[in-house]
T-cell receptor, first 115, second 111 residues
Framework: DAGVIQSPRHEVTEMGQEVTLRCKPISGHDYLFWYRQTMMRGLELLIY????????DSGMPEDRFSAKMPNASFSTLKIQPSEPRDSAVYFCASSLWWRDTDTQYFGPGTRLTVL | DAKTTQPNSMESNEEEPVHLPCNHS???????IHWYRQLPSQGPEYVIH???SNVNNRMASLAIAEDRKSSTLILHRATLRDAAVYYCILIYGGATNKLIFGTGTLLAVQP
């Protein structure tokens, strides 16, 4: 398996523009997670899905952020409108199951810069 | 969620063992101890996890104190490739595998 795939790897946009980040989880994994990493706040869990259904979105910073998972092999994280403080590396991860012993597999991340 | 405390940074020499400590004094009986690491410019990767007994795998060993209030990740022979941020994370037993990352330990490996 190719692992978790994220696109684009780098995104530079201007304040106010819509940004869409994409993720393809490992085939057969039922759980998908979105994280954000900044110098100030470290790695934060934004939202996670089970079988395409959002389970916990308590980490989503505000209404400008939305995430969808239309099918088992694709998820998007959208920011509209984007702001400079959204600049961060966004990681997607997937896991086979929900158990506390289960491993999460992370993608390479998307580095977002909002000017 | 129970919290963990790790040193901000540590240094090691190549091919020497490294012991990375983690304190988790408020751990509950069903919390699993997981370690992940993040190499420069990469996403985190799983290293090892355990509940009560010491664990070994091809990457590392995990030594868990008898009272479970602390644990130590052991890299038996550090290589330059092991330079990374190492995160010790507690996962609430039985209900989820949500990862709550702390600040981790930045490990530098000197040649």
């Amino acid at each position: 398996d190719a692992g978790v795939i994220q696109s684009p790897r780098h995104e530079v946009t201007e304040m106010g523009q819509e940004v869409t980040l994409r993720c393809k989880p490992i085939s057969g994994h039922d759980y998908l997670f979105w994280y954000r990493q900044t110098m100030m706040r470290g790695l934060e869990l934004l939202i996670y899905f089970n079988n395409n259904v959002p389970i916990d979105d308590s980490g989503m910073p505000e209404d400008r952020f939305s995430a969808k998972m239309p099918n088992a092999s694709f998820s998007t994280l959208k920011i509209q409108p984007s702001e400079p403080r959204d600049s961060a590396v966004y990681f997607c991860a997937s896991s086979l199951w929900w158990r506390d012993t289960d491993t999460q597999y992370f993608g390479p991340g998307t580095r977002l810069t909002v000017l | 969620d129970a919290k963990t405390t790790q040193p901000n940074s540590m240094e090691s020499n190549e091919e020497e063992p490294v012991h990375l400590p983690c304190n988790h004094s408020t751990i509950s009986g069903t919390d699993y101890i997981h370690w992940y690491r993040q190499l420069p410019s990469q996403g985190p990767e799983y290293v090892i996890h355990g509940l009560t007994s010491n664990v070994n795998n091809r990457m590392a060993s995990l030594a868990i104190a008898e009272d479970r209030k602390s644990s130590t990740l052991i890299l038996h022979r550090a290589t330059l490739r092991d330079a990374a941020v190492y995160y010790c994370i507690l996962i609430y037993g039985g209900a989820t595998n949500k990862l709550i990352f702390g600040t981790g330990t930045l490990l530098a490996v000197q040649p």
